[in-house]
């Protein structure tokens, strides 16, 4: 089996972080501060990746064995803007391929990269696994499009990188993660956030109610990427995801009665919060209105990996979520 474990890979492993400031990137400082990893962590000032030389550059400088991108154009309204979306593309395409076409290259070479269930349009009626064939891409946002791309790229280049060194024993050895997920929260702006502090304003909301999706928050996905790409799991697409589903307008009203019952004033009731559908919340980007990612080949890797630890639901991760935003706003 490919040694791929962080203490595997040497002393002088180096592990590169992008998107040091986004809400992944904070989760993935936490984490891995605690396990006393030595990471080097990017943010736009430091490298930006629309920009392929300062890319080719950073990954000269560092020569990472392990890179984790979690930085992304995330700006899924924008992106529909003509101008905007070739900056889409750089970011969430062409350097992803950069960071693959280094990473083939070293020995025992690691690329995690975190992408979206808006690589599918949202027709399927039950939850997408891994091998389903992502698009239409007339029927997905810019934004889709772009990370879509980038997961084609990175798949390319390791598929490219072992037909060519067939023989070269370290080539064998580079895996990739693509992680998928879906409706992420954490240390940063988010649908969460925005529903508290609506509920703080006014006291009738109306909120889509037929998209559907599952709650991902980014402290789990920073653990789970990160012991994935620690472990001897097989390269691919991976679908990260808690147990359960529930709508925008259910996670709405799950966390708003949340800080209510954790003490937080609002200025709405529950009942107020009211259930639209997305045609009458109409958006510049296509979203799916299935959203929802089945999990069990993730399950199935980590217990592979002899994780003991119970599987979360959605609603556990969000109510702790919730207690710590209003314990924070208390404070304040
Ligand atoms: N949030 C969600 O609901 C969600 C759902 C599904 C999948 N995902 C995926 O999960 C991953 C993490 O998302 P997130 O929620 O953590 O996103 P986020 O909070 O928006 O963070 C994205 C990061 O990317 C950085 N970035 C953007 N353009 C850049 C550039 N040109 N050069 C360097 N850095 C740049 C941003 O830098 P600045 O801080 O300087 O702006 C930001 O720190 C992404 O791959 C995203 O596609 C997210």
Partial sequence: MPFSSFELLGRDCTIVVFGRDGQLGRALQVFLSDLKVPVIYLGRSDCDLSNPSSIVEVLNRYQPQVIINAAAYTAVDKAENPKESELAFAINARAPALMARHIVNMPHGILLHYSTEYVFAGNKKTPYIETDVPGP??????????????????????????????????????????????????????????????????????????????????????????????????????????????????????????????????????ENVHAIPAIDYPLPAKRPYNSRLNNDKLKKALSEMAFTGQYPHWREQVEQYVKEYVKQSLKS
Avoid at 156 to 177: E, G, M, P, V, W
Avoid at 245 to 265: D, N, Q
């Fill in 137 to 270: 891409v007339n029927q997905l946002s810019v934004y889709g499009q772009s990370k879509l791309a980038g997961e084609q790229d990175i798949e390319a280049t390791f598929r490219q990188a072992q037909n060519s060194f067939k023989d070269a024993f370290h080539n064998q050895l580079s895996k990739y993660f693509i992680l998928r997920t879906s409706w992420a929260y954490g240390d940063g702006d988010n649908f969460i956030k925005i529903m508290l502090r609506l509920a703080t304003e006014r006291d009738q909301l109306k909120v889509v109610a037929d998209q559907v999706g599952v709650p991902t928050s980014a402290q789990w996905l920073a653990e789970v990427g990160v012991q994935m790409a620690s472990s001897r799991v097989e390269s691919g697409i991976y679908h990260v995801v808690p147990d359960g589903e529930t709508s925008r307008h259910g996670l709405a009203v799950f966390a708003i009665e949340t800080a209510a019952a954790c003490g937080e004033r609002l200025e709405i009731k529950s």
